[in-house]
């Protein structure tokens, strides 16, 4: 990877999306929604991870590079930083439930690298950042429906 000028770098999210034993249908649409991110300029893969975890909590890490059927998980293959240490890796599959199987994506949100940049020219810094994770917001929606009605 070409390692970007740390004054532009946006901020830096990642997620663990687990899927439970005999449920993931890998149809290449994740793959595919995921190109359309990097092709387009939104993000940057920096780290991308298939964890298995066994009935017995063993835990087994494959790199994009080893999955059978890809597809365009390789166009983003070539940005990989490879950010996540063994010990990122053991927490992360700590969360995970035995026999699941969960993919790991850590991104950069490059459409979001100028305002960043523009805030620690300014002398910003981050202090604080987080998510809202969907079924809040649909229960805040649900909410404020039921209160118009």
């Known amino acids: 990877m070409t390692s970007p000028d740390t004054d532009e770098l946006g901020p830096v999210d990642y997620l663990v999306v687990e899927f439970p034993p005999a449920t993931s249908h890998f149809t290449g649409e994740m793959a595919a929604e995921l190109d359309k991110l990097v092709t387009s300029g ?68 490059v459409w979001a690298g100028p305002f960043a940049s523009a805030a620690r020219r300014s002398g910003g810094q981050l202090i604080a950042n987080g998510r809202i994770p969907i079924q809040a917001i649909l229960a805040s929606i649900e909410a404020d429906d039921e209160e118009g009605e």
């Open 42 to 109: 939104t993000i940057r893969v920096l780290d991308l991870i298939i964890l298995t975890k066994g009935a017995d909590g063993e835990i087994d890490v494959l790199e994009v590079d080893g999955v059978e059927n890809a597809g365009e998980l390789r166009a983003a293959e070539a940005q990989l930083a490879g950010l996540l240490a063994e010990e990122d890796v053991v927490n992360l599959a700590a969360a995970m439930e035995p026999g699941t199987t969960a993919g790991v994506l850590v991104w950069e949100n």
